[in-house]
């Protein structure tokens, strides 16, 4: 491997004067200058020193109960060990289920001089003690301010002796792929170390959470760097590194960092609130597909599609209704779903909004007051499963289409399926492998509530749908569907019936 890249680097020196002669026979090739341009990296000694200060270690403590279960071997009764082995490993056993100590580490950066450290949730999350280690050595104990599963932040505080060195966000919006970023952290426990790599890509979604919008880098990431600072050349935080992808434990260039302007206004939160004080809207969302995009005669797919509108929610009375495509909130074009999780998330609650929607192929703008998320989450209760207790009924009436049998709903399919009670429409009883239901992840037990922008109530309804559908040259249906017959778990789905 030495080998190898030692060679490169002498094969482009030697290749110099042959890119020179290039460059002044063919218009449009480039010259020694540009070539020695292309292969200069920055220079990113001076920078170093100046942020390391800024970045802290942080060290955690936590307990945890339990452990790893201890396989005890099956001796005969007669064995002469038998006795031994039991007592033994009945003693491992019992200390495995007890509480023990676990130290980790993590990374993270001061942002005000008074004590202020930004870091990762996972870092601390669980936490009985944490202290942070300064680039001259100082320890100090931090105290958990605030944090944030679902952009995966944290806020802590300190108390130091004297103001302490200091970082600031950036702009993460205006950085480019291909761009050069630092990545400074404390991985594997090393502290202090400098990465250098670029932006691979902006918008990434990983499924970490609801608000997924990272950053990825090859800057070199492993275990520790976690709640690290991400840098541009200017010297300010355009990410927090989070999360990697790595089949081998260790870093592979696949880094992925929290950009600066999701992480700004959550750690603004938690530092004078303790906590996050999101906007809430009450409707749910899914992305506009294309063959959702063709049924509804979108054109080309864009906004966000709502499959449900909450009770009681704002969206519900500013008369939002399920199968609108919302395509403007707040004056912010929303061209695909995350678009309007954020948006939603980072308006002011209690502020009165106008949001444009496409409803059944015309304009429509509603006026909705925000509302607060954190309010509702901690309001919601388990709600109760269905009545078991159904009467026996006759036959239900059927229909099999597309690789789906599809039932009018009876007492005894509700109480079979354990469908909810607000849940009304035709029960998809049996579902082909094969059959394009299968395709788009139709199940038994889901129930068919709309079809073709009409409430379904009984099975013939779905078919008449798709009929419709058919002479009317569509290739696809709209439906929409309950899965697993749960109130809050609707979604639209376009079913190609040709």
Do not use: C
Not at 418 to 423: A, C, H, L, M, W
Not at 429 to 449: L, P, R, W
């Amino acid at each position: 491997m030495t080998r190898h890249v030692f060679a490169a680097r002498l094969l482009a020196a030697a290749a110099l004067p042959a890119l020179a002669a290039l460059g002044t026979a063919l218009p449009g090739t480039m010259g020694v200058a540009q070539a020695q341009q292309l292969t200069t990296l920055p220079n990113v000694a001076d920078l170093a020193d100046k942020l390391l200060p800024a970045v802290v270690e942080i060290s955690v403590e936590s307990k945890v109960s339990g452990g790893a279960t201890v396989d005890m071997p099956q001796l005969p009764d007669d064995s002469p060990f038998k006795d031994f082995f039991d007592d033994f490993f009945k003693k491992r056993q019992g200390e495995d289920q007890g509480e023990r100590t676990v130290n980790s580490m993590g990374s993270g950066f001061i942002i005000d001089a008074s004590g202020i450290v930004v870091t990762n949730n996972h870092v601390v999350e669980g936490a009985q003690s944490i202290q942070i280690r300064l680039q001259d050595g100082t320890t100090l104990k931090a105290e958990l301010k605030g944090r944030d599963p679902k952009t995966d932040l944290a806020v802590l505080t300190v108390k130091p002796s004297q103001p302490l060195p200091t970082v600031s966000f950036g702009d993460s919006d205006h950085l480019r792929i291909g761009e050069w970023v630092m990545a400074i952290g404390n991985p594997f426990g090393l502290g202090g170390s400098v990465s250098l790599g670029i932006v691979s890509a902006r918008n990434r979604d990983i499924n970490a959470g609801p608000y997924d919008d990272f950053i990825q880098t090859d800057a070199a990431i492993n275990k520790g760097n976690s709640g690290g600072p991400l840098f541009n050349m200017s010297g300010q935080v355009v990410g927090i590194n989070t999360a990697i992808f790595s089949p081998t434990g260790g870093s592979v260039g696949i880094g992925f960092s929290v950009p600066a302007n999701t992480a700004r206004g959550v750690v603004d939160q938690l530092w004078k609130y303790g906590e996050t004080r999101r906007g809430w809207f009450g409707v749910k969302v899914q992305t506009v597909t294309d063959d959702i995009a063709e049924s509804m005669g979108l054109g080309k797919p864009h906004g966000a599609l709502v499959a449900d509108v909450v009770d009681g929610s704002p969206g519900k009375a500013a008369g939002v209704e399920a199968g609108d495509v919302i395509v403007e909130f707040d004056g912010k074009p929303i061209r695909e779903m995350k678009e309007l999780t954020r948006t939603v998330a980072e308006t002011e609650i209690g502020k009165k909004v106008k949001v444009k929607v496409i409803r059944k192929g015309k304009d429509v703008e509603l006026q909705v007051a925000i509302g607060r998320l954190e309010d509702v989450e901690k309001q919601e209760a388990q709600k109760s499963g269905s009545d078991d207790n159904g009467a026996t009924t006759p036959p239900p009436t059927t229909a099999t289409l597309l690789g789906m049998t599809v039932s009018t709903m009876t007492d005894d399919l509700r109480s079979k399926f354990k469908i909810d009670d607000k849940v009304s429409g035709a029960i998809v009883t049996e579902v082909a492998a094969d059959g394009a239901a299968a395709d788009k992840q139709i199940e038994a037990g889901d129930v068919i509530m709309e079809a073709g922008g009409k409430p379904v109530t009984a099975a013939s309804d779905v078919s008449d749908a798709m009929t419709g559908a058919q002479k009317a040259g569509k290739s696809s249906v709209l439906l929409l569907i309950s899965k697993a017959g749960k109130a809050g778990e609707t979604r639209f789905i376009a079913l190609k019936v040709k």
